[in-house]
């Protein structure tokens, strides 16, 4: 079996990265509204004081500045995190609880 030249394969790559940027085009169109346009909440399922509420706080903090919005952290401790992952699957699924 011939194996195909260095320019098909080029070309076939170039014509599947256009297809799909042609695909993802409306979406990216669709999605032009600014993000975050208020607060954020970051739901850390351990209690205050632990590694993962020192990490939260500190992306929270770096996140705040690039966003230009606050972050902020609630910790919903107990369950070995099952409470605070319950909580944030609850909240409304509108990008503002991470």
Request: net charge positive.
């Amino acid at each position: 079996m011939r194996q195909p030249s260095s320019r098909a394969l080029s070309t076939t790559l170039a014509l599947h990265f256009l297809l799909a940027a042609g695909i993802g085009a409306p979406a990216s169109i669709a999605q032009a509204q600014e993000w975050p346009t208020r607060f954020v909440k970051v739901v850390a399922p351990y209690g205050p004081g632990g590694i993962s509420d020192v990490l939260a706080r500190i992306t929270a903090d770096r996140l705040s500045t690039m966003f230009g919005q606050q972050f902020i952290i609630e910790t919903h401790p107990g369950a070995n995190g099952a409470l605070g992952t319950e909580y944030a699957i609850r909240s409304p699924s509108d990008g503002y609880t991470l």
